[in-house]
């Protein structure tokens, strides 16, 4: 058995290595495949003269392909993803902020969404066919009907122009964006400029993890011993809980694609609340054609989303000792 | 997953199939309503552009010869205007057509290529299947929306473009859900004695295993759909779709960029909702078809 965990440990880690290279292959690619010449491209008509210079000379575009390709890497692997045409400072620095302003956003969200999933839908999957089960199913799955931009204007509409309550967008009052991180975690203005597309966040994906939880559980409700234990004479709230935490593995799996697509989602709603995150980053990055700033934004979600991949995978194997690792 | 037994031996039956799987749809309350919203929708979609309304890109004026900005619905603009002067109705009415063509050719597509490389996978195993599955696991790997936008800063921004880019990182769920019915259906009897009779391996997959897999096809084909249209709304909702096609995203992007939003509450709502009936109706006939299959699964059918 510890063989194959071992074994399972290495072909993942392996897997993971072999996706990055991948990515990096295809930004590589892309990057050249763009129309039009791609130094031409990269060294845009916004640089000053040196700049461009140090672009060349940094990427080594002066060089044949294979040793660009390998300068590539090794500059992306220490972090150095070159020179924004927009903002004519390293990529880095604008990237690495954002990234830590969408996860303040998607950490707490997804979290929530899980353990709200978990207990909503075991309890009304344990109600199966009565009147909560019936309106506490039908109101998340119609909202997942409704695209997360549009949620997110209504939501913008009701509480931020109607009501006034909330803020219309971005992530503090101007002047103030400078903070460091626990500055503003620590603020309660903070957290009003958080809240809408928090709950955008919350409320878009609710609704799939919930229906999953609520169609383990009914399942799990004829197991043996879900009756053995009613009628041991438990209390039917504690058999429920004996068996929601059963049925909690699915979850867990389904994680796994869930952190690529709420990485998508968040996109959409950083461009409704102006959140300064990565995904309005590389919205702006693509619409201003500056391909550095785009290429980096997209390396690092994607990282990210391979690297949960890796942690839920490992988590997985981890809480389920039944799972044989031989396969894949 | 699905109940094959029926159909084992009179395998190209692909038609009777989808029918039988798909009648259920009809007879469910909330299908025959979804079924009801589509059929008006694929209506509006083909005859919209003919009907005697403005081009979606037409300036409207008052009836005092002024450009008709920000109307609110009236008998002369119903549904309103917008901040340029378009009318609202004329755009929402030209803009299902945008969303039927992207939904109906991004799910053609992902289907095609999906059903494609799963049903090789799976038929032929060994080799084959793990450069395949690979391959899977890395589009699997890929975040959706972030990729779409990288290949369209490239690419440029279109309705070909959209529904390619949608193929192109959508066919990987369908490429797995066909492997895994094709792993299963590969060893039936019916298989085993058409190999025996020396029917070619292209012939056994797509003539003898394929009608097999059409309720999964459709079940997929209509998530396709649905995926398109989103993905469409959203690219152009952030900026990113054609500027020349009217679509609903499009006139979201416009009516929040314009900073009309609260004042311009028609042309908000409009196309909003209408979006949304058609990915509502489009998810209750993904569901009911998805019921219909697990319910067959467990012989209930």
């Excluded at chain 1, 209390?235 to 867990?252: D, F, K, T, W, Y």
């Excluded at chain 2, 009809?26 to 979609?45: P, Q, S």
């Amino acid at each position: 058995m510890s063989n194959s965990l071992t074994e399972f440990l290495v072909r993942r880690l392996v897997s993971f290595v072999f996706m990055l290279f991948f990515l990096l292959t295809a930004i590589f690619v892309l990057f050249r495949v763009m129309p039009g010449d791609p130094t031409a491209m990269l060294v845009s008509g916004r640089l000053t003269e040196e700049s461009r210079q140090a672009m060349l000379e940094n990427f080594g575009l002066n060089r044949p392909l294979h040793e660009q390709y390998i300068v590539f890497i090794r500059n992306v692997l220490q972090g150095d993803f070159g020179i924004s045409f927009f903002y004519r400072e390293p990529v880095a620095d604008v990237i690495f902020p954002s990234l830590v302003n969408t996860l303040m956003i998607m950490l707490p969200a997804l979290t929530l969404v899980m353990i709200i999933a978990y207990f909503w839908g075991s309890v009304v999957g344990w109600n199966k066919g009565t009147a909560l089960d019936r309106w506490g199913t039908y109101i998340p799955v119609s909202l997942r009907a409704v695209p997360h931009f549009i949620l997110g204007l209504g939501l913008l509409i009701v509480f931020s122009y109607n009501l006034g309550w909330l803020p219309t967008g971005g992530m503090g009052p101007i002047g103030g964006a400078d903070k460091s991180v626990l500055e503003r975690l620590t603020s309660p203005t903070f957290y009003k400029y958080a809240a809408l597309p928090f709950t955008t966040a919350l409320l878009h994906y609710i609704a799939d993890p919930m229906m999953l939880m609520r169609n383990n559980i009914i399942g799990e409700r004829e197991k043996d011993y879900v009756e053995l234990h009613r009628l041991k004479g438990l209390h039917p709230r504690q058999v429920r809980r004996r068996a929601a935490r059963n049925s909690m593995l699915p979850l867990l799996t389904w994680l796994t694609p869930m952190i690529g697509i709420a990485f998508g989602g968040q996109i959409l709603i950083e461009v409704v609340f102006s959140w300064p995150g990565i995904g309005r980053e590389l919205v702006l990055a693509a619409q201003r054609q500056d391909m550095p700033v785009a290429q980096a934004a997209f390396f690092m979600v994607a990282v990210i989303v391979l690297l949960t991949n890796l942690v839920v995978d490992l988590a997985y194997g981890y809480f389920d000792p039944r799972i044989s690792y031989g396969k894949t | 997953m699905i109940n094959v037994q029926k159909y084992s031996d009179t395998a190209s039956r692909a038609r009777r199939i989808a029918w039988d799987f798909f009648a259920p749809v009809f007879e469910d309350r909330w299908g025959k309503f979804a079924m009801t919203i589509l059929g008006i929708y694929v209506l509006i979609g083909i005859v919209g552009p003919y009907m005697p309304i403005p081009g979606p890109f037409e300036y409207l004026q008052t009836s005092s010869g002024q450009y008709a900005q920000l109307e609110p619905p009236s008998s002369e603009f119903p549904l309103g205007t917008t901040y340029l002067g378009y009318g609202v109705l004329s755009q929402t009415i030209h803009s299902f057509r945008t969303s039927l063509t992207v939904g109906v050719l991004s799910a053609v597509l992902v289907v095609a290529i999906g059903v494609n490389i799963g049903l090789v996978s799976g038929y032929y195993g060994g080799k084959v299947d793990t450069v395949l599955m690979g391959l899977t696991d890395m589009a699997y790997g890929l975040p959706f929306y972030p990729m779409a936008i990288i290949l369209i800063a490239i690419f440029g921004s279109g309705l070909y473009t959209i529904a390619a880019v949608i193929a192109l990182l959508f066919w990987r769920s369908v490429a797995r859900v066909t492997r895994s019915e094709a792993l299963s259906l590969r060893e039936r009897e019916f298989v085993k004695s058409a190999k025996a009779a020396g029917s070619s391996d292209v012939k056994i997959m797509y003539y003898h295993l394929l009608p097999n897999l059409v309720p999964l096809i459709l079940i997929y084909f209509v998530f396709a759909i649905t995926w398109g249209i989103l993905l469409e709304a959203s690219l152009s909702f952030i900026g990113l779709g054609d500027p020349d096609t009217v679509s609903w995203g499009l006139m979201l992007h416009e009516v929040f960029g314009s900073g009309e939003l609260t004042r311009a509450w028609w042309w908000v709502i409009v196309p909003s909702f209408t979006l949304w009936l058609f990915i509502w109706s489009l998810y209750v006939v993904a569901r009911t078809l998805e019921d219909n299959a697990t319910v067959s699964a467990k012989g209930g059918a």
